[in-house]
């Protein structure tokens, strides 16, 4: 079963083909329309654009596979998708929209040798200005489609039936002006029109080529993406942050430094919740790939509640936010290192002492807790910082104990707060809120 964003992917795809095979069938009512006109009145121009038209139809076509084998599923042989199909099928459609260019340029140094003569009617006039009109409505239904489904080979198609609207219009004027006998503006216009075919044929190559190797489609995105990823707690450092695109799709890739001792699920959390938030500053991201660092450190902060400060000695409390007094300590290496007391402000407070006690640990850069009860909404704050919550063993008395335990390891996590909290009850007939 396809995921939503599959889903949105393939009817991308889907709408694109629809545009590509309506080109096609244009392409080719148009080739077969100014094929005849251009035959039946002796119009070369017209017959050179049948021509032109004619290998339209095989651009579309490269378009129209490119799209399909996009929207193909990834396969052992392709693992990472057929995404790049559309990108070789746009460079192919530069190189053609390049040749036309010069086909143009060529054919006005032609007439400028030879002038055309025409058999003189409307209808050729008449097929060039149907030609340039259709042109003309499908570059911007291919414009704007390409756009909207984020289709590069759709983009460049359109660019280069925009091209074909100028020589359209060439071939109307053209013809136009040899029905007066004026041919030298023509020759002008022809060579000006061809000249900003081919610079357009190289700006799409440009582009496509870009693409291929890999070159970053939003490099100003990129510092906004490490600027946000950066805000988010428990994120550290982006260190290295790359977006490259194929096809309509792009691909985002971040080394990132965490806070250490995070759980597989919270681990888990935080890069969901990475992926949300670089998702909001480029929503075209079809994978986020999020490579996590734990942060380069040797000391663990350990904070314990106790009753009183009395060194190491100081007797463990079981509570959490309703104990006045937290002993501190680093841990490096098994060794209790810089042990020092915090008071706690949410002892004396009358209500959200459980959050007062969670800002002032931050405060202290706490990176663990130990605690044998506490409550559901300073829990999911403390989880929300990332710091570690070690449930206090029973029979333990002395805070050195604890650390000692701590720093061998040999503490449970906790993972959800107790279901029964008698304090919380009481506190809560108290006229507290429960939240310890």
Known sequence: MMSEEEEATERRFEEGEIVAKVSIVAMLCLTILKGLVGWYYNSVALWADAVNSFSDIFASAL????????????????????????NLASFIVSLLVIFSGAEIIWESIGTLIQPMEIVGNILPLAAAAIS???????????????????????????????ADVYASLLVFAGIGLSLLGIGIVEVAVALIVGVYVVKEGL????????????????????????????????????????????????????????????????????????????????????????????????????AVPVEADEGRDSRVLKHFGRIPVFGVADLEDEKIENLHFVHNPGHEADRRRGVKTVDALSQENVDAVVVGDIGRSPFDMLRGRFITIFRLPDGVKDLEAVLDMVAKDELDRMVEPPESRGEGREDTRRGGNGND
């Open 63 to 86: 378009v129209l596979s490119g799209l399909h084998l996009t929207g193909r599923k990834p396969s052992d042989r392709f693992p990472y998708g057929y995404y790049r199909a559309e």
């Open 132 to 162: 340039a009109s259709t042109y003309y409505a499908l570059a911007r239904y291919k414009k704007s489609v390409g756009k909207r489904i984020g289709s590069q080979s759709l983009v460049a198609d359109s660019k280069h039936s925009k």
């Open 203 to 302: 700006e799409l190559s440009k582009e496509s080529v870009l693409t291929l190797m890999d070159a970053s489609p939003y490099p100003d995105k990129s510092k906004e993406m490490k600027q946000v990823a950066e805000e988010i707690p428990g994120v550290l450092d982006i260190h290295d942050m790359r977006l490259r695109q194929a096809g309509p799709v792009i691909f985002a890739e971040a080394h990132i430094t965490v806070v250490r001792n995070l759980s597989i699920e919270e681990a888990h959390a935080l890069s969901d919740k990475i992926e949300e938030e670089l998702r909001r500053v480029v929503p075209d991201l079809e994978t986020v790939t999020i490579h996590m660092d734990p942060e380069e450190s040797h000391t663990l902060r350990v």
